[in-house]
């Protein structure tokens, strides 16, 4: 413990070798000479961290956007944290004071506590808790993607390992593990890969028809039965599409009530001709009934229109009225008809005979969430993956505009809210750049939408 009294002097002394970084005023121009010291505000948890002998590393995070810098950030064992720098104008010095041991020895009356000056400062690092770089981690294994065919002469295995992933993303090891536990990729032989988007579509609406054709109950699907027929159904490929049966589990995440782990190896052994598999026997899951519908009304809207209106023998659509396509334009040729883009009541009369409910256009509307738009214009509903949206408020905005005219607030909010910072208001952020108007869509019937308040936007 310090010998200092609050009011009272203490003696200074310069270490020898002590450098300052100050300048005099006639050398303001010239470049600032750099200091060896920075003083670190650590939260307490990170303190008790570095005391106890846990690494602290400081990494470089990504930019979001072509052409920024990246940003430094600080590691720790759970918390990934940006690093803020503050210049301070005013003079910092660090010192070391004598222990009370050492204050304690014989000395002249009246003598005062000592203080040895090691270093200067400029200023000092605070730290901002901030978010994993999930866009490192994508851009990292974008090339070892699931689907790509394979080369037997290349000896490189597929994949990054969990050690150089800690390496290339800003990100603590926790919040790493539960980026890939929980986002589109898979260990393969303890190597990480990306599962596509676009491929764990594929592996979704094949296992939802094998089921169907199969007749398996939805609550209790044979994981090693499942993995058999999908493997089967790629054939050739599924050694690059589904190699394990934690692909299998991870392309289903959406749809499974109770998720199975699968240790990464387990999956391997070869299935027989039978369909059997040393690998989890007769292990089932159950599958959400809600998600599934939700996935068969996708399944139904990613298809061709022509294909889905000859499907369920539906009639050709006719043309909205003109005081609810809001221009009076010509109405399209009846030829062209059948490639138009399905309407919202023929895709719910589709989904209805497909599963034999009774939905409502709300219940539709629901089940596709954001991953769809209701064009309420022409009465089209069509497919939208919110992911490939731009992660900037403004030009989001205005590709949401390009995509259709009017929007209902409460559906633009919630795709505009994500990419707003903490503390802003979607709503007042909003009144901005939109402005309300009321419109009849359905006649007799007026609805409160949003449009762009500036052409420009």
């Given amino acids: ?77 759970s918390s990934t944290f940006e690093l803020d720098y503050h210049e301070n104008s005013n003079t910092l010095l660090i010192g070391k004071v004598a222990s009370m041991e050492v204050q304690a020895q014989p000395s ?157 190896g387990a999956d391997a052994a070869p299935t027989q001709v039978d369909g059997s598999s040393s690998a989890l026997p007769g292990v089932t899951i159950a599958l959400d009934e809600d998600k599934v519908n939700q996935l068969r009304v996708l399944q139904l809207l990613r298809d061709s229109p022509t294909e889905v209106r000859r499907r369920f023998a539906l009639p050709a659509p006719q043309p909205r009225p003109k005081r609810a396509r809001l221009g009076g334009a010509p109405a399209a040729a009846s030829s062209g008809r059948d490639s138009m883009a399905l309407q919202l009541d023929e895709l719910l009369g589709a989904f209805n005979a497909m599963t034999g409910m009774e939905s409502s256009e709300d219940d539709v509307v629901k089940m596709l969430d954001q991953n769809a738009y209701v064009d309420e214009v022409e009465g089209t509903v069509h497919p939208m993956d919110p992911t490939t949206l731009p992660q900037e408020s403004r030009e989001r905005l205005k590709r949401l505009f390009e995509l259709k005219t009017h929007w209902r607030p409460e559906a633009l909010s919630a795709l505009i809210k994500p990419t707003l910072g903490e503390g802003v208001k979607v709503d007042v952020w909003l009144a901005k750049y939109t402005r309300v108007i009321f419109v009849e869509f359905t006649q007799g019937i007026e609805l409160r939408v949003l449009v762009k308040k500036f052409a420009g936007l």
């Fill in 1 to 77: 413990m310090a010998l200092l009294v609050e009011g009272k002097p203490v003696t200074v002394n310069f270490i020898t070798d002590f450098v300052t970084t100050n300048q005099e005023t006639a050398d303001l121009s010239a470049p600032k000479p750099e200091t060896n010291y920075c003083l670190f505000e650590l939260p307490e948890d990170q303190l008790k961290e570095l005391v106890a002998g846990e690494p602290l590393c400081i990494q470089e995070k990504s930019a979001e956007r072509r052409g920024e810098a990246g940003k430094a950030t600080l590691i720790s064992r």
């Fill in 108 to 264: 002249e009356e009246g003598s005062l506590p000592e203080c040895t000056v090691m270093c200067q400062v400029r200023g000092q690092v605070i730290l901002r808790p901030t978010v994993p770089d999930t866009q490192r981690l994508r851009d990292q294994l974008q090339g070892h993607a699931l689907g790509q065919a394979t080369n037997s002469d290349d000896a490189q295995p597929k994949g990054l390992s969990l050690p150089v992933l800690q390496f290339e993303v800003a990100a603590s090891p926790g919040e790493l593990q539960t980026l890939l536990d929980k986002g589109p990729y898979v260990e393969i032989n303890g190597a990480w890969r990306l599962l596509p988007s676009s491929l764990e579509r594929d592996i979704l609406d094949v296992s939802m028809s094998i089921v169907t054709a199969k007749g398996w109950s939805p609550k209790a699907i044979s994981i090693d039965e499942l993995f058999f027929e999908v493997q089967q159904y790629f054939g050739d490929a599924s050694a690059s599409c589904v190699p394990t049966m934690a692909t299998l589990l991870k392309g289903l995440r959406s749809v499974v009530l109770d998720p199975v782990p699968v240790a990464d």
